[in-house]
């Protein structure tokens, strides 16, 4: 079980996050059994996946996504705010968010034939959230001259 540090949603997310659509995450083990929602293993509570865009501007160089899912636990699904311009989605902010990071080692494989091992294992993280609000503050991005 990795390690749960908890931060500041503006910490993660500064130029905000743009609430994109929430769904039950699904345990495999259980499909088909009534009740397939996956569970926390540390708290046993509902896990929500929570998709956001972040807003940084640099978020998507790189290769890295813009879009970022956040693990909400939580017995109900999470609502988001009202969005303050009618058509577009709300920014959000979490409660209680996590950050845990991990090596991603789906990359890794054996060598063949007795060649070179070749490992493209990367540092990552993934988020885990209490719930969703509306955020305290919305952040612009900085003016360019």
């Not at 054996?110 to 719930?131: E, I, K, M, N």
């Amino acid at each position: 079980m990795g390690i749960r540090v908890e931060i500041p949603s503006d910490a993660a997310f500064p130029n905000g996050a743009l609430f994109l659509g929430v769904q039950a995450e699904t345990d495999f083990d259980k499909r088909g059994q009534g009740d397939d929602q996956a569970r926390d293993k540390q708290t046993g509570q509902r896990v929500w996946a929570v998709t956001v865009m972040d807003l940084d501007p640099e978020a998507s160089r790189f290769g890295r996504n813009a879009q970022v899912k956040v693990k909400v636990l939580a017995e109900q699904q999470p609502v988001p705010p009202v969005a303050k311009i009618p058509g577009y989605p709300p920014v959000v902010a979490f409660e209680g968010l996590q950050f845990t990071p991990y090596v991603d080692d789906k990359k890794c494989r054996a060598p063949r034939d007795g060649g070179a091992h070749r490992c493209r294992a990367q540092q990552t993280y993934s988020f885990r959230a209490t719930g969703i609000c509306e955020p305290a503050r919305v952040a612009m991005p900085e003016q360019v001259a």
